[in-house]
């Protein structure tokens, strides 16, 4: 016994989809860089490392979207893997090095991105 399949990929609908999920992306490391701006854990003098230098990039990689926050700032390696340091926090009362670990992999809010991606993905969908 045979038994035979047709499939048909409607590149359109595809396309669309590829879309939301890049513009869901951009929203979702948004809400991320807004919502560690609010906890106010970065270290802050001026705000210009916060404020200025620290923005979100995404990218198209392949298969695969990258979707990064990244601070530009010559001090940010040295703030971030030094938690001896004295931040001060006058600015932002939960000043400390380490300030995204709370959003990666086994921290308190490691499922925000994805919940965010989640949420935004089926906006743009239409869902």
Known sequence: MKIAVKVRINSRVVKSMENAAFKAAQTAIEDTLTEIRNAQVMPFDTG???????F???????DYIDAMIIVDAP?????????????????????????FEMWGEGGKYEDFFRNAYDKNFRKELGK
């Open 75 to 99: 001090q940010a390696r040295r703030l971030y893997y030094h938690p001896e340091y004295n931040f001060q926090t006058v600015n932002n009362p939960n000043a400390r090095a380490g300030w």
């Open 56 to 62: 979100t990039d995404v990218r198209k990689n392949g």
């Open 48 to 54: 210009d490392m916060q404020n200025k230098q620290t």
